[in-house]
């Protein structure tokens, strides 16, 4: 275990050497087939834009979220092969996916989307920021384009390229290979914002990246950088918007006039801005004692995840657990046929360890550690009582999964899965309280106008 560095933040041991190098395994020559799920989480279906039979290319939008508005683009060239059902790591169940054959062309899109730059006004790199279709490419997944649809008050653009979590190099990668993307990416989201500056905030003793950006930066006159101790949970939003600037926030860091956005996510908004190229392939960390040969894959996004392990020789033994993500934030899946979904930066392979989980020892370690200052010991206690109220008042909803109360726990508790489940007793008890207050009102209203 690491050093303890101060409450709520620990330095970790990162294993990040495993896969430091740049010689990157590229599979876009061989993934004959891309899956995209076209159910989400919340059942909402994506509305498909073609159909079986179809030919497309990089870049022909093939359907459009309905929850949140968001296009997705082939990654690849080829033909709709129809649909199919697989597990999905993201629902945790088989879901419906459109399966794409590769014809290996990479034919693109003419102008597959409208490119802007810094003459275009707020309002036009909004509008193109919203047809990107870009999710947060940090894990989160959320639809970026919704941080700059009404902003008020932002003086800052905060680009999190910290990557704490261990076992994960693709932020360091992707900044070194494409640092100019980076930057001219930042310049326009400022402008979006109507922001002073972008921070690019990284982790300590990355100096080839840092030399890297160093080089470009005296072009961009409004993007500066800052280094933040080597320690985690510091990429978390709250964490890093308190350790660059200082301040707290309630809910979200425009509150104190910060966006915050993902190092990658900003180099894909560059190209999708400036060329016109909605994101297409990634890089994926695919780290850990349980793989053979550790490296990061250049893939289409939708490639199943067993291709990429194959391309890395491999589990190392059938008794393994499998990420998608990375140790501390992701949750082990008992399948890897899944597609890897924008979001997806990492697989972490691990070999299966069995301990023992023994009572809790109320040694109040997972309280002295949680960065969002809960106390997972009570709120578990609450959880086995199932007492919701008791839960809330804890603030259980606050929790951010990123797993210190589990990594720190002496008795092997899996803290964090019962942070989960508190979350989601919390979640079925509101949406049971909204229905009955709707049918409530209903009853009213119809006893009013009956009389
Ligand atoms: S997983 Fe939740 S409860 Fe556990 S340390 Fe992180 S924020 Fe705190
Ligand atoms: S760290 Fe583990 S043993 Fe200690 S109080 Fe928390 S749950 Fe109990």
């Not at 073609?50 to 508005?69: A, L, M, P, Q, W």
């Not at 009955?436 to 009102?441: M, R, T």
């Amino acid at each position: 275990m690491g050093i303890f560095s101060s409450r709520g933040k620990r330095h970790l041991d990162g294993h990040k050497d495993l896969t430091h190098h740049d010689d990157f395994i590229d599979i876009r020559g061989s993934v004959k087939n891309i899956y995209i799920p076209i159910v989400l989480p919340n059942r909402k279906e994506i509305e498909l834009m073609v159909k079986e039979g179809d030919s497309v290319k990089v870049g022909t939008r093939i359907g459009t979220r309905n929850d949140f508005y968001v296009p997705i683009y082939s990654p690849i060239s080829g033909v709709v092969k129809g649909t199919v059902s697989r597990f999905d790591a993201i629902n945790g169940r088989p879901v419906n996916h459109l399966v794409i054959e590769n014809d290996f062309e990479y034919t693109r899109e003419e102008c597959a989307l409208r490119t802007v730059n810094l003459d275009n006004s707020q309002e036009e790199i909004f509008a193109a920021i919203k047809e990107a279709g870009l999710v947060g490419l940090g894990g989160a997944g959320f639809p970026t384009y919704i941080k700059y649809g009404k902003p008020v008050g932002i003086h800052s653009l905060l680009v999190n390229a910290v990557e704490c979590e261990p076992y994960l190099t693709t932020d360091y990668h992707a900044i070194k290979n494409d640092a100019e993307y980076l930057l001219k990416g930042a310049q326009l989201l400022v402008k979006a914002l109507g922001a002073d500056q972008a921070i690019i905030a990284f982790k300590v003793h990355k100096e080839d990246m840092k030399d890297k950006i160093l080089g470009l930066l005296p072009n961009y006159e409004n993007v500066k950088i800052v280094e933040v101790p080597d320690a985690y949970p510091m990429g978390w939003e709250r964490t890093l918007v308190r350790q660059v600037f200082k301040k707290e926030y309630n809910a979200l860091p425009s509150e104190v006039g910060v966006v915050v956005n993902n190092a990658q996510t900003v180099i894909s908004l560059g190209h999708a801005l400036l060329d016109g190229e909605p994101l297409h392939h990634r890089l994926v960390t695919v780290s850990g004692d349980g793989i053979v040969n550790p490296n990061n894959v250049i893939c289409p996004i939708y490639t199943p995840a067993n291709e990429v392990i194959e391309a890395c020789g491999g589990y190392v033994d059938a008794d393994i657990n499998l990420i998608p993500g990375g140790p501390m934030c992701g949750k082990a899946v008992v399948k890897d046929e899944f597609a890897l979904v924008p979001q997806m930066g990492a697989l972490t392979v691990l070999k299966a360890v069995k301990y023992e989980q023994q009572a809790c020892l109320r040694c109040g370690e997972c309280t002295m550690n949680c960065p969002s200052g809960l106390q997972p010991v009570e709120i578990q206690i609450a959880v086995k009582k199932g007492d919701v109220e008791r839960m809330l008042a804890l603030k259980a909803k606050s929790c951010v999964e990123c797993g210190m109360c589990s990594y720190v726990c002496p008795s092997h508790i899996d803290v964090v899965e019962n942070m989960r489940k508190a979350k989601l007793q919390i979640r079925v008890k509101e949406t049971k309280d909204a229905l009955a207050k709707k049918q409530q009102e209903a009853k009213e209203a119809s006893s009013t106008s009956s009389k």
